[in-house]
């Protein structure tokens, strides 16, 4: 699992296109102010250390909102941060449950619609904190 994590001043998106068939038909241009943002790459090897992978992002996203004072996340899956490749199915499953243990623990999450491209912008803070990658 890899993740980039972006403390921001805002981040906009808009759905560009469907990717994945299967998934629901929306249309969604939304623009979210003073957040965090992570881009989730789910790996291969994830799939088989689903639980050890969930926890550790977990910790790791509530440890970066610390850092940053943030109370908001939004969770992207961003499929281009690393050449291994978990299945579509596993890396929305992965998503999902992690968005759901972090609404268990107080944290506002927002996910942006798994299954399509977007256009987007994004004001990423200056500090040295506001850009972190993290490889689990």
Request: aromatic content about 10%; glycine content about 2%.
């Amino acid at each position: 699992m890899k993740l980039l994590l972006l403390d921001v001043e805002h981040f906009w998106f808009d759905t560009h296109c469907k990717t994945i068939e299967t998934v629901e038909d929306v249309k969604i241009e939304e623009r979210i102010e003073n957040s965090a943002v992570v881009f989730i790459h789910a790996e291969a090897e994830d799939e088989e250390r689903q639980n050890k992978v969930i926890k550790k992002v977990v910790g790791n996203i509530k440890w970066y909102l610390n850092k940053v004072n943030k109370d908001q996340i939004v969770l992207h899956s961003f499929a281009h941060l690393s050449s291994s490749k978990s299945s579509p199915e596993f890396a929305e499953e992965v998503i999902l449950s992690i968005e759901e243990v972090l609404k268990n623990k107080g944290i506002n999450v927002y996910s942006v619609p798994f299954g399509y491209l977007y256009q987007f912008s994004i004001h990423v803070k200056g500090e040295s904190l506001a850009k972190v990658f993290i490889d689990i």
